[in-house]
């Protein structure tokens, strides 16, 4: 027991960790995320390209990709079985699935990738977002994770990450760009969206961990609840032990009493 208890503190421990790296980690993508916005804006209000707008807006009769985040790993409660239930109602979606305890074999999945893969997979993901975004054939794109408010607070949540929000305008003079404008700018959308979910993936992080933390700490109580139950049937052996040692002595000493 002592073995198990020693394994579980370090994975609470760990879990702690975890949670306050995510938290950094996704400030770090929020910085990246403000400056790609400033680049997209410059890009859109540039008098000299001659873009067509109409790639930031959905498409009512257009696809809808949903991306699924769960994990690779178990004992965080009802984190992955959550997500999945939501991936098993969903007939419609082209849908991509990060994690591999929520992995799908159905004939809109296009895409099955662990989580310890998503950073060496966003390519993947721009190859089935990219000719739907280039052809305007997009209706919207969504991430259904676990989502991280507080400790108090996570449930499942299905975030919009295009069409885009309305990016702000900034004056800004004209100048001349000699590659193509239209490939830089579905370029920037793909890397902003890489970005906007690389955020939500430390989110998910950070709400797993904590799962994991709450139910390692049930965990610690139960196995000290029990202990603590071993410890009163030991004390009762003893004290019926030594009982029946007085007991016994007493009779000893009594048949020698009556032997006089």
Known sequence: ????????????????????????????????????????????????????????????????????MGNDLGFCGNFNSSVKLEALNDKEAIKIMVGSKIFLNDSNTVLNISKSELYQSF??????????????????????????????????????????EPIKTKNTSDFVIEADGKIMFTDLILLYLDCKLQIIECNSWASENIQRENLTNESLKKIDEIEEEKLKVSRKEKRSADFKKQLANYRKGNKKWLAK
């Open 1 to 68: 027991m002592t073995n198990i208890k020693n394994v579980v503190k370090v994975m609470n421990f760990h879990s702690l960790l975890r949670v306050d790296k995510a938290k950094k980690k996704a400030d770090k993508f929020r910085k990246l995320e403000t400056e790609i916005e400033e680049f997209m804006s410059i890009i859109l209000n540039n008098q000299n390209l001659n873009l067509d707008h109409k790639i930031l807006s959905a498409k009512s009769t257009g696809k809808t990709i949903n991306i699924y």
């Open 123 to 164: 390519q993947k993901i721009e190859d089935i977002i990219k000719p739907y975004l280039e052809a305007k054939e997009i209706k919207e794109i969504n991430v259904i994770f676990i989502r991280y408010n507080n400790i108090n607070d996570m449930h499942l949540d299905k975030t919009r990450l295009f069409p885009l």
